[in-house]
């Protein structure tokens, strides 16, 4: 079956939004003189419940406290951070290539909607997906329902469709949702184990689209 689509993951595989948030985190912690353990973040990366994870980690090692400056201020910390980080290598090339062979893109993120689509236009990409699947009514990755809906929007079949993550729980849902799956770690998840993604990649400036087609993954 030929490929039709391409689906990507969109925090820390578009940009390397994961670092940043790692960073502001481990920036809030220290502040209350705590460090951020690696299983801890290991356990988070790629879902939505990290915030809610990392407060009750801080509440069990600090006891209760307002969550509401903690917030504000990984809040602030991880917007400064982002707005500096560029598109990762080899996603424009990927996204013209794509483009120019006739494929449908689309994005399946475990984040919200304004999010996504506000750092796509940041970064000037917004305009090459078709649908944005986010989880503003859907459940997190590793569900697989932000795919099946990007799926349905394409009109197309898992198996006319390549998934792109960075992280071992998008890698999940992916596969779930009866995709190929194309793993490209970032800094903070290439130490986790990529064993479910058909294909590893250390960017996407490793294998040219043409050459990822050749393969006939689909």
Same mark, same amino acid.
């Given at each position: 079956?030929?490929?039709?689509?391409?689906?990507?993951?969109?925090?820390? +595989?578009?940009?390397?939004?994961?670092?940043?948030?790692?960073?502001?985190? %481990?920036? #809030?912690?220290?502040?209350?003189?705590?460090?951020?353990?690696?299983?801890?973040? &290991?356990?988070?990366?790629?879902?939505?419940?990290?915030?809610?994870?990392?407060?009750? =980690?801080? %509440?069990?090692?600090?006891?209760?406290?307002?969550?509401?400056?903690? !917030? &504000? &201020?990984?809040?602030?910390? /991880?917007?400064? !951070? #982002?707005?500096?980080?560029?598109?990762?290598?080899?996603?424009?090339?990927?996204?013209?290539?794509?483009?120019?062979?006739?494929?449908?893109?689309?994005?399946?993120?475990?984040?919200?909607? @304004?999010?996504?689509?506000?750092? +796509?236009? &940041?970064?000037?990409?917004?305009?090459?997906?078709?649908? +944005?699947?986010?989880?503003?009514?859907?459940?997190?990755?590793?569900?697989?329902?932000?795919?099946?809906?990007?799926? @349905?929007? !394409?009109?197309?079949?898992?198996? %006319?469709?390549?998934?792109? @993550?960075?992280?071992?729980?998008?890698?999940?849902?992916?596969?779930?949702?009866?995709?190929?799956?194309?793993?490209?770690? /970032? +800094?903070?998840?290439?130490?986790?184990?990529?064993?479910?993604?058909?294909?590893?990649?250390?960017?996407?400036?490793?294998?040219?689209? =043409?050459?990822?087609? %050749? !393969? /006939?993954?689909?």
């Amino acid at each position: 079956m030929a490929v039709r689509a391409l689906i990507f993951d969109f925090d820390g +595989l578009i940009v390397d939004t994961e670092s940043a948030s790692l960073t502001a985190w %481990e920036r #809030v912690l220290a502040g209350y003189g705590l460090s951020m353990p690696g299983t801890l973040w &290991r356990s988070v990366i790629g879902g939505r419940s990290s915030k809610a994870t990392i407060l009750a =980690h801080m %509440e069990q090692q600090i006891g209760p406290f307002d969550p509401g400056p903690v !917030l &504000r &201020r990984w809040s602030e910390t /991880n917007l400064a !951070l #982002v707005a500096a980080q560029p598109l990762r290598a080899g996603v424009a090339d990927y996204l013209s290539a794509g483009v120019a062979a006739g494929l449908r893109l689309g994005i399946a993120s475990s984040a919200g909607g @304004e999010w996504v689509a506000s750092q +796509l236009r &940041r970064v000037g990409v917004r305009d090459y997906f078709d649908v +944005l699947s986010t989880c503003d009514r859907r459940p997190p990755k590793p569900a697989p329902d932000v795919y099946l809906a990007a799926l @349905e929007t !394409l009109g197309v079949a898992p198996g %006319e469709a390549i998934a792109f @993550e960075d992280s071992p729980t998008g890698v999940s849902a992916a596969k779930a949702a009866g995709l190929y799956c194309v793993a490209v770690p /970032n +800094l903070v998840t290439a130490s986790l184990s990529f064993a479910r993604a058909d294909l590893v990649l250390p960017s996407m400036q490793a294998m040219p689209l =043409h050459a990822l087609l %050749e !393969l /006939n993954p689909a």
